[in-house]
């Protein structure tokens, strides 16, 4: 009977969360608009993504900043810097859906901490994706720097949208009060949000598991790892961020010719060991069967 890692699947939901989180950054501007118009009768679109709070959509609304907070919770980088940028990410999240702006009319204390919120919570998304995602490999993939490419991009236009906010509110307000020049900008900044989380998840330009034959021609290799495609392929992606090269083996007859096999295994070279070690002693408790 084969052995079952109960890990697989965890891998490929944390990655689907990732994906989740991207495409709700990415839809729910349109769904507010959308759903606004066509459900609910409204004339035409707010002037920004927090007045809907007080149409319809508020569930909707609500419901998705909670679902991101909740993700970013419970978010697990590589290290305690991921971390603690998930959680402070996580309550500037809260700090959007609970504490509401004004409907209409100058801001009570309630909307200026849901607007210090909004801006807290895009800056530290712009530093996950300019700081965060960036970090690691001494020796980056080609899909690495592509998807680096993008994060840098992504945070960029997060960190300007920002800044042409904060700008029409202080120059432009009062003669433009209805314009969706808000609206429009809040949407290029979560569509950005979304891209750099979807591509986090694997969706652009992931890392494909290849044999290296340059490093699989050295002697002095020792295996750190055997169970199935997904966790080897997760845990190698981690000992990239360290700058830590490793190699997929098959044992098998087969090799690659055939499907991917469902225990593969991983080597490192003998002298990142000590510096590996960690993180697979980690992948190895996560990995281990449930009594």
């Known amino acids: 009977m084969r052995r079952r890692h109960p890990y697989n699947d965890q891998v490929h939901s944390y990655l689907a969360l990732r994906k989740t989180v991207g495409w709700i950054g990415i839809l729910l501007p349109f769904v507010l ?3 606004h118009v066509t459900v609910f009768g409204g004339k035409a679109p707010l002037r920004n993504i927090s007045v809907y709070y007080y149409t319809g959509m508020r ?3 609500v419901g998705a900043i909670c679902a991101i907070a909740l993700f970013l919770f419970f978010y697990k980088g590589y290290d305690r810097w991921d971390n ?7 309550v500037f999240a809260l700090g959007i859906a609970f504490f509401p702006t004004v409907k209409e009319g100058p801001n009570d204390w309630v ?9 807290c919570f895009f800056i530290t998304l712009a530093l996950f994706s300019l700081f965060l995602f960036t970090r ?3 020796r980056p993939s080609v ?3 592509r998807r680096n490419l993008i994060y840098r991009i992504c945070g960029i236009i997060m960190l300007i949208s920002m800044a042409a906010v904060e700008t029409f509110f202080l120059f432009l307000y009062k003669d433009y009060e209805n314009s969706r020049f808000v609206l ?13 989380w979807l591509t986090k998840g694997g969706t652009l330009y992931p890392d494909k598991i290849k044999i290296n034959h340059t490093m699989e021609k050295e002697d002095n290799l020792i295996k750190v790892f055997t169970g199935p495609e997904p966790t080897a392929l997760l845990l190698m992606n981690r000992l990239k961020e360290t700058g830590i090269e490793s190699l997929i083996k098959n044992d098998s007859p087969l090799g690659y010719l055939g499907a991917v096999p ?29 009594e």
Do not use: C, R, W
């Open 33 to 35: 608009v959308l759903g």
């Open 111 to 119: 909307a200026t901490v849901h607007y210090y919120s909004a801006a």
């Open 262 to 290: 469902a225990v593969i295994d991983l080597y490192i070279f003998k002298e990142d060991l000590e510096k590996a070690t960690p993180l697979i002693n980690e992948m190895k408790e996560q990995n281990a069967p449930e």
């Open 143 to 145: 899909m690495k720097k």
């Open 84 to 90: 603690i940028a998930g959680n402070f990410a996580g």
């Open 136 to 138: 690691g490999e001494a």
């Open 59 to 61: 569930d909707i609304f």
């Open 184 to 196: 429009i900008a809040e949407t290029v900044t979560l569509i950005a949000f979304g891209v750099s």
